[in-house]
């Protein structure tokens, strides 16, 4: 049992550990999972169930069928680190069904894969090995019969053989987490990802007019100096029904002035600039060296990542 003093520390809130982007598997003892299409989300359990997102934001409201789920495991002081996904017929996360839950307000099929145990009875299990926490909280979540929560197992093979056998399925690709590793709630390596596809989030800047709806989307990423700049175009992956709904989010944000300091020269189609407000998360085959997507598709708009923070995401070397 923790001691009354560790219980009165339990935080309110707890910064969720930062995830390399790495081009290859690094040497060394890691520890390897799903990479979920999801959203992350931290679950707090103590006098009730808060349901957090990367950001901050308190989703509990959205998630009631979760929260009350989670409610019934026998033990308070807890934090919980994961994501929460909508798996499609064959089981695999599927992005656009899950952004589609949220925004009808229907959340009932979602599936929490809980991955990390930071907390338990008030204790704080940050500075664990991160293979004992993970021991913990499969325990923990064996304890009783829960709908939408299952635990993210480690995937037994090497990871060359993993990714392969990931992108196969379709899957977005592998995270790795150092073995002996703790809970930094920082992006400082013990944490990587390793990615079938490009595909990261981007500011919306406005679109290109099609008719009466939407030709392309004009999007962009801060630069290292925390500068908006423009990054190309993406004319595929939202339909009729996704095109008018962007419209919907996009009107009221409408603005004289293009976003950015150097606006792109664009011919042809009208141009509506808009307010950097909101979030794209893209499919693409590369980013050119003059820093514009090539082949980019839409997945999305991210509700959970604020525009601010978006910047283009670069591998890291790890030896």
């Known amino acids: 049992m923790a001691s009354k003093q ?51 934001h308190d989703w509990t409201a959205r998630m009631p069928s979760l929260a009350q789920d989670l409610a019934r495991l026998p033990v308070r002081g807890v934090w919980i680190d994961g994501e929460v996904v909508v798996l499609d017929e064959e089981g695999r996360p599927a992005f656009q069904p899950l952004q589609s839950a949220f925004s009808r307000g ?37 304890q009783c019969d829960l709908v939408h929560v299952r635990f993210s197992p480690t995937l037994d093979a090497d990871p060359a053989s993993l990714l392969a056998s990931a992108c196969q399925l379709g899957l977005e690709g592998l995270v790795g987490k150092r073995r002996g590793s703790g809970y930094s709630g920082e992006r400082n390596g013990a944490w990587i990802k390793l990615k079938c596809n490009n595909r990261q989030e981007f500011v919306v800047l406005g679109y290109t007019r099609a008719g009466a709806g939407i030709g392309s989307l004009l999007i962009g990423l801060h630069d290292d ?76 708009l991210r509700e959970d990542k604020p525009a601010a923070g978006i910047s283009l995401e670069s591998d890291t070397d790890l030896p």
């Open 225 to 300: 100096g925390g500068q908006l700049v423009y990054a190309g175009r993406v004319r595929s992956g939202f339909g009729s029904r996704q095109a008018d709904q962007l419209l919907a989010r996009l009107r009221p944000l409408q603005c004289d002035s293009a976003p950015v300091a150097v606006p792109p020269a664009l011919k042809g189609a009208p141009v509506v600039w808009v307010l950097p407000e909101l979030v794209a998360e893209v499919k693409f085959l590369e980013i050119t060296p003059s820093g514009k997507v090539r082949h980019a598709v839409f997945l999305g």
């Open 106 to 142: 229907q959340t009932d099929a979602l599936v929490y894969f809980a991955f990390d145990l930071l907390y338990i009875d008030g204790t704080d299990l940050r500075a664990w090995p991160v293979e004992q926490r993970r021991e913990l909280l499969q325990v923990l979540l064996q």
């Open 6 to 56: 560790a219980k009165a520390t339990f935080p309110a809130r707890v910064s969720p550990q930062l995830v390399s982007l790495v081009s290859r598997p690094p040497s060394g003892d890691w520890l390897y999972e799903t990479k979920f299409d999801g959203y992350r989300l931290m679950a707090r359990l103590d006098a009730g169930v808060s349901l957090i997102t990367k950001n901050g």
